[in-house]
């Protein structure tokens, strides 16, 4: 039983690591690489996640850039889901004082996204109409208020536009209005883009003059330290030499001393001869 359900859990993986690989793609290639990867996962014996890749239907355009948005930056989309939902909760309890504010705020959050998605299709070389700009805002409140969209999105595998009207309508900026500001929200996510990058430059920067400070450090204390060894050996070598010329004397100083006793033992022998002599002769 345990082990079944692991085998469906790792089935499972390599379907969903299969189909982000698909939705990646660029849309122009996405029949291509499906039929790849479909191949791919049937030679490996994957039947049931290739007939899921297999089935994976090809995005919309508009589908396909939101799909790289949330890719490349999801907090931007969480943040016009977030917004929406803001912003519908106070209309619901009749907040007139706040409901301007949440409206604007809703829709700068949904300019963000609708000029990222320009950027995308624009790298593709897809010029977006205003229409399909239009669409973009309303796939993203059909994906605040439906949870099929929702996920579909957020795991960057929307594959159609959804169509919602705008309930703020009446309250300020609409659709189409959004779409013309695109440009603008697309320079100020590629300006706040590039400010990003240039603080994580800055910010590798630091690190590498860190890791760089620290590498000096541990040359300069490893340098000090060979110092220090050197040094030691110096004078333990200093201590040695020293030691044996002491050797050598009190060597010296003992043959002297053997050398001393050996003449006196002789002359002490000789007197003694001479003195038994002498007395022979009494």
Known sequence: MRRAWFDRRVKD????????RLYAAPLDEFVKVRRAIVDELRAAGEASSARRVAEARKPSRTAWALNQVVRADAAVVRAALH???????????????????????????????????RGVLREAR?????AQLRSVAETLRAAAGEDAVRAQLLAGRLEADAALDDPFAALGADDGEVA?????????VRGHARTREEANKREQAKEREAKQREAKQREAKQREAEKERARAEAEARREISATERALEKAKETLARADAER???AREVDALTKKLAAARAKA
């Open 13 to 20: 993986a390599a379907a969903e690591d299969a189909l982000a």
């Open 180 to 188: 013309r500001d695109a440009p603008k929200r697309e320079d100020a």
């Open 126 to 130: 897809i010029e977006a109409t205003p």
């Open 262 to 264: 050996d003449r006196a």
């Open 83 to 117: 917004a929406y939902a803001a912003a519908s909760d106070v209309q619901a309890r009749g907040e007139a004082h706040a409901m301007r504010a949440a409206i604007e705020a809703h829709r700068a959050r949904v300019a963000d996204v609708v000029g990222a998605v």
